[in-house]
């Protein structure tokens, strides 16, 4: 720790613009920050054209605050690092509850961190069983049969349904595969058949049953005959909502439109209020080759929106199915990049993608009940200058668990109104200059509003008809004067209070050439560390289509005067960089993780009360191994779940030079994995 008690700074970079390392850019999203961002409209920023009321309300709050200590950055491997000393207790303002932890300080060192005095173990990883007889994992000895029994690879989102007392069902996707670290003999230039076969197994979903050992504390995953369930990319989902069995969806496969095998590349996700939980179709773009061959011009635009250019893909999956070739299969693309619901409770049913939500690079949806009823998803789309949505059903959501209300509810995304977000800053386009200084009015903030899209089978956008708004709404929402955002991720509002929040994670293009440049809503040119957006919909009312916005958090070095933290005193937060998944535990504490460490430390999960006095008072609650991505968290009172995404994926490394050996330690390959985090006696945060 440093002499007047902050939290040590880990060195900055040196090379990469964020803290990706080049191997996750290849395999995750195609190397999408390395092409051109596909927004090249001309819709621009209408931010600052209207002035608002000059509020005072960010002022910084003074003082009142206690030093958090913090360990020194241990170099690689050793004991768990958390910072000593314990803010608040027996002095200082008592922690907001849930919160009262002890930060853990950054580091790059091969291990899950958590805060002293909790435990930790793996509920379950990459290999592990998850249908009856699957082997027992044999990394030299992979089987595509094996992995369609087997925990998927690169788990990201995390999402939990209640089972009985102590079990739960727990479905987690699988985003993509990183063949280098899966395979110790792998050419990427000459894939074999059943090395693809293996990466189709380990995408897509799987549904498990966790228990909680009370004794313990612990978690952990079991083989369960009735409920556990593998959807991998050669599995069956159908189609539902306003395009279901559109001409833009049928291939040869599937001339009905409406039977889609697979899911690709999900990310972030939502459990419903139903008990359903729904999976955003991200970078899909990727896995298409061929689209240079295309010649009609509409089509080759449209694909262009959506990143698909090119030749060969990078995994060579067109080889082995002319699905993947959009030269043979143009619709194919189509069939990817919606919303997924999924309900564990039935296990035979088939997931279903949710055209009514729009097609994008779908981070994730999380639902929100509006006071009459109706529900409302929250989504952002995950590029540069992309943009924010919202979806509000036409029905009403049935309370209740019977078999006719989850029938009901589970229909609910099929039919409503989908919006895209105009933000509008309230201070002068002159106080906004790129660096991240604050305003006169002391916040980035302002009003905004839903432009509507589409409704079932009306169309707002001129020139387009609904079921080209649904299926290429990049292009509709391009239309209609949508404000670019800095890689909007998880959307998701606070179950208490109907408050919404956006990680947006940064955006390392906005000021350059010919690019659009900071708006008060993305304050910062070349902007590193992201920010946290949080707005409430017009008198609380989460169908309407007006709102407040203000951010939240602006990330980064907090000893760097272009950060924010809720107007918190920075002496005392946490350094937070690339915020991605957001969650809310029972008392509304947001909790966010990050992907992608631009200040060059180990990726981790921080929280931080909303409201009230520690409104930013951030505090980092664990870090993720070296290379590792903190995804998913689940934050319960009893524990707290995260996906560990890609250990020891930093460049140089492959399956023949691991980085990382967690979570098996010795020589072992690195797993990505489910971890569980608890506090022997007490619940989390107390
Ligand atoms: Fe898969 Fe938006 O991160
Ligand atoms: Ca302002
Ligand atoms: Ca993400």
Redesign the pocket.
Known sequence: MSSDGRIPLPLLPTTPPTGRAAVTCEY??GNACAHEAPNTSGNEYFGDVVRGIVSRRGMLKAGAVLGIAGAGIAATGGAAAAAPGAPGRGHGPKPPRGLDFEPVAPNRLDALVPPRGYRQDIVIRWGDPVLPGAPRFDFHNQTAAAANKQFGFNN?FCGLVPLRRDAWLMVSNH?YTTETFMFTDYDPANPTREQVEIAWASHGLSVVVIERDKRSGTVKAKVDRHYNRRHPLTAPFTVSGPVAGSDLLKTTADPTGRLVLGTLNN??GGVTPWGTILTGE??FNQYFANADQVTDPVVKARMARYGLSGGASGRKWERFDDRWDLAKEPNEANRFGWIVEIDPYEPDAKPVKHTALGRFKH?GANVHVARDGRVVAYMGD?ERFDYIYKFVSRHRMLPGNSRWARHHNKKLLTEGTLYVAKFTGDSPASEIDGTGTLPSDGEFDGSGKWIPLASGRTSFVPGMSAEEVYVFTRLAADKVGATKMDRP?DVEPNPRDGRVYAAL?NNTDRGKAGKEGATEINPRNANRHGHVLEWEEHRGDNTATTFRWRLLLVCGDPNSPDTYFGGYDKTQVSPISCP?NLAFDKYGNLWVST?GNALGANDGLFATTTTGRERGHLKQFLTVPVGAETCGPVVTEDFVLVSVQHPGEVDGADANNPASHWPDGGDSQPRPSVAVIWKPGREIGT
Request: glycine share 0%; charged share 65%.
């Open positions: 995750r999203c990201d985003e990310c972030a991200e970078n981070e995950d991720e994670t991605d992907d």
